[in-house]
Every structure is written in C-alpha cells, then in structure tokens.
C-alpha cells in the first residue's frame, strides 16, 4: 500500500500534464489554421475583388455651354433714326446700305454715310458702320462665349494695329455689353485727315463692331476725338440693345 501511493502520485500527475498539452497543442492548431485560411482566402479575396472591379473606361468629355443668342437683328435697323440723323446728317440712305453676307444669322453688317454741306463754311463728311458676329459653341473649339471673348480679344488688337493710323489709343467703354473697348485714330485718306472712333464690344456670344469717322472738306473742320467717341459709344449701346431685343 505504502508503494501504491508514490506510483499513483505519478499517475495523476501524468494526467495532469496531458490536458495541458493537449490545450497546447489545440491553440497552436487554431493558430495556424487561422493564418492558414487567411493566407489562402487573401489571394482568392484578392482575385474575387479583381474580377469584380469594373475595367477602366474613358471619362466622358464635358458639355459645352449653349449659346445665349441664337439670332441676329436686322444690322440696318440697329441704329434708330434719330441716331443716324444726328451722328451721320444728310445721310444718302437713312435704312442704311446692307453688307454682304452668306450667313445673316451669324453675321451682318450696315452702313451710312452723308456731306453735310454747309455752304461757304465747307462740309462735314461722316461715316459708320455696324458689324455683329454671334457664336455657336462647338465642342471641339468651345463654348459660344469663349469664341467670342477670342474675336472680342483679336478684333481689338487687330483695330490698333491698323495700317497708316497715327494717334493710336484705346480705352474700356463703360456700359457697353459685357465687356467693350474705344480705339481712336487718325488716318490720311483722299488728302483728307480723318478722324476715328472704333468700339468693339462683346454681349455673350455676340461681337459687336461699331466705326465711325468724319472729316472735314472745304474749309470745315475735322471732328474732335471726343465728339466721334461719344457718338460711337452711343451706336454700340443701341446695337448691343437691338441684340438682346431679337432674342427677347
């Protein structure tokens, strides 16, 4: 008996490390199979994610804006009758002369032009024209109003650049479209000194140019460079005005 009871002290205590070991081992078996499955589920993750992301495809170009006006006035009956008799007296054609165009809708042009003969005291010549050029926007080039604000941008470079002016000067035109420019002038022609007011002038998607010039024949002074701006600047309002009018 007395024997009997180291040998089941050595038993039990056999018994005792073997769950521990068994703990063990389970743990170390949980781990592994743990780090197992997510070594061999990450790459079929992977590929199931792979095959479910859609293939890349072109972005779509963004639209362009419409254009604001879609016409044209009548360009010989942007300037009121008043207007013409007081910036062009005597004027040959109070409708107007209408420039050629194969396109009205996109451009037109008038002019009028009279001497006004004063006898002894010489005679006034005057003359202005009128020029409206309206965009369309285009995808491949741009929007109706880029394309104009480039003319707008060109059309007054290419007034100050102009060949035999002397006394070039330009200016902002205040209250005229959306943005608009004065450029002065003199320039000899017929041996005569006349004198010029060009306003270009942009009201969305439409180029507006206004000239206007006069000289004096006989003795009559030539017109001041204020008088042929202020008169220029008021045929621009109207034409602008007339735009939006026949898009009303």
Same mark, same amino acid.
């Given at each position: 008996?007395?024997?009997?009871? %180291? ?11 073997? %769950? ?8 170390? @078996?949980?781990? =592994?199979?743990?780090?197992?499955? &997510? /070594? ?12 479910? =992301? %859609?293939?890349?495809?072109? &972005? %779509? =170009? ?5 254009? #604001? ?41 008038? =002019? ?8 002894? #005291? ?8 009128? @020029? ?6 285009? *995808? +491949?080039?741009? @929007? +109706?109003? *880029?394309?104009?604000?480039? #003319? ?7 007034? *100050?650049?102009?060949? $035999?002016?002397?006394?070039v000067a330009a200016a902002p035109?205040? /209250? ?33 140019t206004v000239s206007y010039n ?10 001041? @460079?204020?008088?042929?701006?202020? $008169?220029?600047? &008021?045929? +621009?309002?109207?034409?602008? +005005?007339?735009?939006? &009018?026949?898009?009303?």
């Amino acid at each position: 008996m007395h024997r009997s009871a %180291p040998r089941l002290t050595r038993i039990l205590a056999c018994a005792a490390v073997v %769950p521990a070991l068994l703990v063990t081992a389970a743990c170390s @078996s949980d781990d =592994s199979d743990a780090s197992g499955s &997510k /070594g061999a589920g990450t790459p079929s993750s992977a590929a199931a994610a792979g095959s479910a =992301s %859609p293939s890349p495809s072109a &972005k %779509p =170009s963004p639209s362009v804006a419409p254009a #604001k006006f879609a016409k044209l006035p009548d360009a010989c009956k942007t300037l009121g009758e008043k207007t013409v008799d007081e910036l062009v007296p005597e004027a040959k054609k109070k409708g107007g002369t209408p420039g050629r165009s194969t396109d009205l809708g996109a451009r037109a042009a008038c =002019s009028w032009n009279g001497l006004d003969d004063k006898g002894v #005291k010489g005679s006034d010549y005057r003359w202005i024209d009128v @020029s409206l050029l309206r965009f369309e926007s285009e *995808q +491949a080039i741009g @929007s +109706a109003e *880029q394309r104009a604000q480039r #003319k707008y941008t060109d059309k007054v470079a290419e007034t *100050q650049t102009l060949e $035999g002016a002397k006394k070039v000067a330009a200016a902002p035109a205040e /209250g005229v479209g959306n943005e608009a420019t004065t450029i002065t002038y003199d320039l000899t022609k017929t041996d005569a000194d006349f004198r010029y007011a060009v306003v270009v002038a942009r009201t969305e998607n439409v180029v507006v140019t206004v000239s206007y010039n006069g000289t004096g024949y006989a003795g009559a002074k030539a017109p001041s @460079s204020e008088d042929m701006v202020e $008169g220029a600047v &008021k045929a +621009a309002k109207e034409a602008v +005005a007339a735009v939006a &009018k026949a898009n009303s």
